[in-house]
């Protein structure tokens, strides 16, 4: 209530904050912000007396007006434009990102660590004199030091907006004391040019986390590789729906995939890989995967084709010797041999703990052989086997199988093959509830909780699946009957 009187005379607010004490500057900036005082918001950035300012918190909690957010990077316009730096100027950051931190005030509650805290209270004592001098060295140093925006891009149709459009043209202008800096960046429908053009102006050494999620050609990937390249951070890529160029010229594709993995070896953080409906894997899995030299913590190869040849490269890759979560979702694997499977399962059983198999097609014989190596993987939590046809006495084999491993805690199972009243997939409910019960009798017998989590196969009528946990949660089909 305070901070909106004051702003009620802009002129007044902004004379009084060479006087103003830091901890008024948050509730005082929230409400120029949110009261879209320009004027107040410019100058506020300019004396702001923190490390940080958390611009994209106070965004989520008021959607902000394209002048009020021209007016705070207008405030680091001017600091930038100034020969020599106030002495009082603390501001080193400024963050754009929404969901770096719970809200406005909560960074300034003393309880948060990192560049966003308040500076640390003046010590006191003995050793004032030399903490002074130490703290003159510092900002000598900071005068020359680089203002830092960090943000995260979605690039997509309609991007840049006016507001993103705004802060580029300034990033451009104060090249060098101005680094646009990105942890995720997420990549959807975007002409290329586009992309390459905004991407000159991020600092790409501060992405963390990527996703590639487009209708892109192989080719299209490989001109944006140089780029990935540039990503040595990186500790997160997803990469989706990368299908093959028609018509290729010989020798094209193994040049475009080439692109792609002579960049890996510079990712030496890599820790999580999502491979989703990319359609030059089948055959070349291998050359993806010897080009990562550090060890995987996450591998996701979902809806691709890969040969049996590919699963055994998998298998015997370093990279995957320590992995936490392993999905092969959507990976048809009907006609490949269980023992490759067998042997990755097996290497990763130390610290493995998510496990997902989902529409796999994996038959009873081979989800048989693969179940002394899930029996070993002690921190298995999560396992997912739905969409494969497996018949009652092979989950009943699971069960006493997996006994032993004391963190599973969350298994969706298939419903059996004896379930189903046709090969349609149509479910029929009392089988359905007579093998749920028998299963649940199983659990009791080997001192396991009794819930059991069963999944049918999508309805033919509407897709949806119906679960039993512990009753039935049924498709729109079956409730309209």
């Known amino acids: 209530m305070q901070a909106k009187s004051l702003l009620r005379d802009e002129a007044l607010a902004i004379a009084a904050l060479e006087e103003l004490p830091a901890e008024l500057f948050p509730p005082l900036f929230s409400a120029a912000f949110a009261g879209m005082h320009s004027q107040a918001v410019k100058a506020m950035v300019q004396a702001w007396p923190f490390p940080c300012l958390p611009l994209g918190a106070l965004m989520k909690e008021h959607k902000p007006h394209l002048e009020t957010f021209q007016a705070a990077i207008d405030g680091l316009d001017v600091l930038l434009a100034q020969e020599v730096r106030p002495r009082r100027w603390k501001l080193q950051v400024l963050d754009l990102r929404r969901n770096a931190h719970q809200d406005f005030c909560t960074v300034?509650?003393?309880t948060r660590a990192g560049v966003c805290s308040p500076l640390e209270p003046e010590v006191v004592g003995p050793v004032r004199k030399r903490c002074r001098v130490e703290g003159a060295r510092a900002w000598l140093k900071q005068t020359s030091a680089p203002m830092e925006v960090l943000i995260d891009l979605c690039l997509k149709e309609g991007t840049p907006d006016a507001s993103l459009s705004y802060l580029l043209k300034k990033v451009k202008q104060r090249r060098g004391s101005l680094r646009l800096c990105c942890q995720k960046l997420r990549v959807f429908s975007m002409p290329m040019q586009k992309i390459r053009k905004i991407l000159k102006l991020v600092q790409l050494d501060s992405v963390q986390d990527l996703e590639v999620n487009c209708t892109w050609k192989l080719a299209t990937l490989g001109r944006f590789a140089p780029h990935l390249g540039q990503m040595v951070n990186l500790r997160r890529l997803l990469l989706s729906h990368i299908h093959m160029t028609p018509h290729a010229a010989p020798g094209m594709e193994e040049h475009c995939v080439s692109q792609l993995t002579s960049q890996f070896p510079s990712l030496q953080h890599l820790q999580e890989l999502y491979l989703d409906s990319i359609s030059f894997l089948e055959g070349r899995l291998d050359q993806v995967l010897r080009c990562l030299k550090n060890p995987l913590e996450t591998l996701s190869i979902t809806n691709c084709l890969i040969s049996e040849a590919d699963l055994m490269h998998l298998s015997q890759c370093p990279?995957?010797?320590?992995?936490?979560?392993?999905?092969?979702?959507?990976?048809?694997?009907?006609?490949?041999?269980?023992?490759?499977?067998w042997v990755l399962i097996e290497k990763a059983s130390a610290t493995l703990q998510d496990l997902d198999l989902d529409e796999c097609g994996i038959m009873d014989s081979q989800f048989s052989a693969l179940l002394p190596a899930l029996s070993h993987c002690s921190q298995l939590t999560t396992f997912s086997f739905c969409g494969n046809p497996i018949s009652m006495a092979v989950l009943e084999s699971l069960l006493r199988h997996t006994v032993g491993l004391s963190k599973l805690s969350h298994v969706l199972y298939p419903a059996p093959l004896e379930s189903y009243e046709d090969v349609h997939g149509t479910v029929h409910l009392g089988r359905l509830a007579h093998l749920h019960a028998r299963l649940k009798q199983v659990l009791q017998e080997l001192g396991l909780p009794s819930m059991v989590w069963f999944s049918g196969n999508p309805c033919p009528h509407c897709g949806d699946r119906t679960f039993y946990s512990p009753e039935p949660i049924l498709c729109p089909c079956y409730m309209a009957a």
């Open 319 to 341: 990279s995957v010797s320590q992995l936490k979560d392993l999905s092969l979702s959507g990976v048809n694997l009907t006609s490949i041999s269980s023992k490759p499977l």
């Open 108 to 110: 300034w509650s003393g």
